[in-house]
Structures are given as C-alpha cells and as structure tokens.
C-alpha cells in the first residue's frame, strides 16, 4: 500500500485540472517525493456558445509543467500535501502580430504554491473491503512573480494570479482484490475576481503490488459572478471569465524497486466554458520513504 499510496500522490499533483489531493492516507511517518513533467496543448477553444477553431492572437498554445510533489503522514490519519510547478506557456503567434501588438509568444516561471492538509475522521472495514472518509483543506497562493493581466497576452499567463482557500470531502472505497473507487466534492473560494468554483472528481481503478491503473473524470463549475470570453461584461480580464470544464484521463504505474517507481498518463478536455480544448501526457519519478 506504501506503493500505492505514493502513486496516487503523484496522479493528483500532475494536472491542474485534477484534485491536489487524493483518497489515499499515508502513515505516520511515510512520506513521498514526485518530480514530474507535463505537457498539453490546444488549437481550439470552448467559448459561447460555440467552440471555435485557432486561438486568438497565438493560433495554437503548448502548456509544460515541471513539478515538484510531496506528501508526508504526520500520523496515520492526518497527511500534509505541497505542490510547486514551473510552467511554460508557449503560443504560436505570427511575427507581425507580435510585432503589432507587443506579445510575447512565451511566458513561464513558477506558478502557485500549493499546501494542503488531509484527515482521515472515519473507517468502517467490511469482510473483503473497506470506506474511509477523508476531509481536506488548503491553501493556494502565487508564489512566482507572474501576472495574469496583460489583455489578450494573458491567454497564455501561466496563472490566475489568485489565492484561493479550498475544502473537499473524499470518500474510497477499496476491495481486498485491489479493484478501488474513489469520488470527492469540493468548493474553492477565490480572490482577484476569479469566480469561486464547485469542484468533483471520481476515479476507478486497480492496485496491486506491481501494477496501478486508474480512469479519472474532474469537473469544475464557477458561480455565476464570472463573465464569457467577449461577452457582456467582459473586459480583457481573462481570471474574471467563468471557467467550467469536464476532463477524463488514464493513469498508469509501475514500481521498479522498493522506493522507486514510474508513472504516465493521458488526459483530455471533453467539454467546457472559457478554456482551450486541451489533450496532455505525462511522466513522472515517485520516490517513497
């Protein structure tokens, strides 16, 4: 289960379109380090009503993520969880459109940092299974020095140049055979006028000793305060847009020793308001303690 846990570590700190946080607990003293890359990229966008092909201003965007995970149990039942990912975003404009307009086709740089605690209130064990309850809390703040409010420069800032405070409820339940489901709801209160938001995920999946997969659908729904991308009220400030998405993802791992273990996956945008439609992989080293 040490295995399984650290995987499952990494498999929410890859994308920010998955939970920070997972529905699995490390024990007292156990802890995680994850050094990942990602990378996703889009040619259209998700607007309203229709979905449009090209990106404007930079026709196509590619969005890599180096990140470094940790997750360490202070006790069996309480976890702490930080994130801090180097993104780089990078368009495809025309010369003549940079040169008209003063845009830069690439922006990166440290992103936000991410720190979270997980408490695990409740387990009742059946016969051949198991349910834990798990709540989690944390906090999400700029760490690099970014910004996000540029005009149409920002449809490729590497963030939303927000804090937000973020709660989630998780419930997992696991079979003896290693066959598991894990879902979650949460809301996230955000600063900066970028709308506060619903936030689920579910995940299936099977874990053994030697081998890990799962299936991954993560939604977000904003409130009502946030705008459309050239809708009424819209001003040029793309963190103020209301940004709803559906994602759904494969992940895959495989441990190579003890402390050591390999880990890819594929993801992609089905649905969604205000965001490119994006498909993405990745890779990543878990190394456990």
């Known amino acids: 289960m040490k295995t399984l846990a650290s995987l499952c570590l990494l498999l929410t700190g890859l994308s920010m379109a998955q939970s920070p946080v997972n529905g699995f607990m490390k024990k007292s003293g156990e802890g995680s380090l994850v050094l990942s ?11 309203v009503p229709n979905e449009i092909n090209g990106v404007p ?4 965007v590619t969005i890599s993520s180096t990140s470094f995970f940790g997750e360490i149990g202070i006790t069996d039942n309480f976890n702490l969880v930080l994130n801090i ?5 990078e368009g495809n404009a025309s010369e003549a459109v940079l040169t008209n307009n003063g845009f ?3 922006r990166k740089g440290i992103q936000d940092l991410k ?16 349910l834990d309850f798990i709540g989690a809390a944390g906090l999400e703040t700029p760490l690099g020095n970014y910004s996000a409010d540029e005009g149409l420069q920002s449809i490729i800032a590497i963030g939303n140049e927000a804090t937000s405070f973020n709660g989630f409820g998780i419930a997992t339940f696991k079979l003896n055979s290693g066959l598991f489901a894990t879902g979650q709801l ?3 209160l955000r600063n900066n006028d970028v709308p506060n938001a619903l936030l689920s995920e579910f995940k299936l999946g099977y874990a053994a000793s030697k081998f ?4 991954f659908v993560a939604n977000q729904l904003s409130d009502n305060s946030g705008v459309d991308i050239l809708g009424e009220g819209f001003t040029g400030f793309f963190p103020a847009t209301r940004v709803n998405y559906t994602r759904i993802g494969v992940n ?3 441990p190579i020793t003890k402390q050591l273990g390999i880990t890819a996956g594929t993801n992609a945008y089905v649905s969604g308001r205000n965001l490119g439609k994006a498909t993405g992989a990745y890779g990543g080293v878990v190394y456990s303690f």
């Open 252 to 254: 895959a791992f495989l």
């Open 85 to 89: 990912p180097y993104i780089k975003a």
């Open 186 to 188: 949460g809301y996230s």
């Open 104 to 106: 830069e086709n690439v």
């Open 115 to 130: 720190i979270y605690a997980k408490y695990r209130f409740h387990t009742i064990n059946f016969e051949k299974s198991m």
């Open 37 to 47: 890359y990602s990378q996703e990229s889009y040619s259209k966008v998700f607007l």
């Open 57 to 60: 201003a930079f026709n196509d």
């Open 212 to 215: 890990y997969v799962d299936a």
